[in-house]
């Protein structure tokens, strides 16, 4: 299949999927738990992971519309985890919208986060025959995403993250819900345990994959596409693999380099740390990671039918030339 | 079976699900979100909810051990609903212990409440044949308490919530889960369709009669039985049975006499406030919905097996004689 038709048949699922995530709570009362969810579900996102759910379960011979539950309840379980990240780490903008909390209170976002999860459970009790086995790995799932999420806060007050420290943050934080489309995918089209296991560890290299690039557009790219000011998971204090690195190197040089820029712009910070990164090799390290780890997740699909290799393949490449 | 045989048998059902709790989370990491997931779990609650599924389960024959991962489901449930309840109501004391957010922060609590919550799920997985009924059971009823929760905060902003408006609130909030507990335990115990919506209806008004009783508690009680301060609830501007039918009788003789005590102690209020409800009828009339309610349930047992009805009438009656 050729890029374009590729690229193509994604914007298909997209479609399919921002559909029907404005049906699901249309009418429903009371306002003050539905209009927040409303909200979250108008939002533009990319879809990354309901595209791969249909992608995975298509390769698997499921047709889209047994499908669509499983794509739609990771996309919300995806939403989910947004609003309440977004309130813990006291973001106002996300895909260029205010954030829940920032456009109603802390309260309205922490209920409607629970509502969007619970939506999700209802999403996976319409899925028939493989409700059962769906629903565990979605718990389990869900259970990784938090661990990774506390991860990730109780990193911003210690001193001591190593690279491999936050790795494991990004496998638990970001992997496993790649990992989880993938399962959902092979789950509804119906894959032997081997093969769930196989895109499994696809979707959790993915998912590191992922973060890392996403670390490295979050001060490389702009912030238009970005939606979000760049740079400010950084300035927060927030670790990312360009800052673990950074430390790795030489702690007391990117300490001593981050206190100099305190009380200047974002826009003043940002050149002075993308140069910093650039001399020491930091951004090429990440950039070669990020290419190990696809090649490996492609690596993964070796034993699988030729249809899912067919559509999982395009998707890494697609995922890596992404701008935003 | 005598009063104080029951009272031992409901002693027996709460101590299996104290061990149980304490089990859950036992050695998990990261310590970030697993250290407050522990100290909800190690809080020692009435556990009325899992009472009630074990109870209505037994009626229908069903054993302990299959049992206790839907009673342990639903105390979870209630759990995760408390740590962001007390969020949003910015409570500092449950069960005369801190609350999660007010012992850590906000965003540790919204993170506790929410692995909270999944590990509900997870307990729900470990039924066997009735996984599939009991999730569609648990996910619709998730929903129906966030709407609870959500009408009554918007309750706390609005001037003109009826008596009816405050008992559809409690339907949701409070009757439902103790409408799931029925329905759960029903399930396990591969109750028929019509028997699972016969203790449903239970549940729901057994809910309803369950909180107006604790309104009045909440002021008639004293502070140490209940573990937090009494008339928090009434002095914050929370709707109660209380309050909507002091508006109801005379809106504006109610708000003087409220804007009479500003600036008073709670001490001096309480009093102030019992003498205006006893006055005026209002706690007879809380006290005769109540036992209305109550006994509207336990009419809606006369269809099923005689073991469910001498399992759930007197728990009624236990309900009714608590203090706290």
Chains 1, 2 share one sequence.
Not at 164 to 180: A, F
Not at 220 to 234: A, C, R, V
Not at 249 to 272: A, N, T, V, Y
Request: glycine content about 8%.
């Amino acid at each position: 299949m050729s890029s374009d038709a590729f690229r193509e048949r994604l914007t298909g699922y997209r479609s399919r999927i921002d559909e029907a995530l404005l049906q699901i709570a249309k009418g429903a009362e009371p306002a003050y738990l539905y209009d927040p969810i409303r909200y979250v579900f108008s939002g533009r996102g990319k879809r990354l992971r309901p595209v791969l759910v249909f992608l995975t379960a298509s390769g698997f011979g499921a047709d889209e519309e047994e499908t669509l539950p499983a794509a739609l309840a990771v996309e919300i379980l995806h939403n989910f985890s947004l609003v309440h990240d977004d309130i813990m780490d006291g973001d106002d903008l996300r895909h260029g919208k205010e954030t829940v909390h920032n456009r109603w209170d802390n309260s309205t976002a922490i209920l409607a986060g629970d509502g969007i999860f619970a939506l999700a459970f209802d999403q996976l009790n319409r899925l028939n025959d493989t409700s059962v086995a769906s629903m565990r790995l979605f718990t389990n799932a869900t259970l990784r995403l938090c661990e990774g999420q506390a991860l990730d806060k109780a990193f911003e007050t210690d001193d001591e993250v190593s690279v491999n420290d936050y790795l494991e943050m990004v496998r638990l934080k970001t992997g496993t819900l790649l990992s989880l489309c993938c399962q959902l995918g092979a789950v509804v089209g119906e894959a032997g345990d081997e093969e769930v296991d196989a895109v499994a560890a696809f979707g959790e290299l993915v998912g590191q994959a992922f973060q890392i690039q996403d670390d490295i557009l979050e001060i490389y790219s702009d912030s238009e596409k970005m939606g979000k000011s760049l740079g400010s998971d950084i300035i927060a204090g927030k670790k990312t693999f360009l800052t673990c690195k950074a430390e790795k190197l030489d702690r007391s040089h990117w300490r001593e380099f981050m206190q100099s820029l305190e009380g200047e712009s974002l826009d003043e910070r940002i050149p002075k740390i993308r140069d910093y990164f650039g001399k020491n090799g930091i951004v090429t390290d990440g950039e070669k990671l990020v290419k190990e780890l696809s090649e490996d997740a492609i690596s993964q699909l070796e034993p699988l039918p030729s249809d899912v290799q067919a559509n999982l393949t395009p998707f890494v490449q697609y995922l890596m030339e992404r701008k935003n």
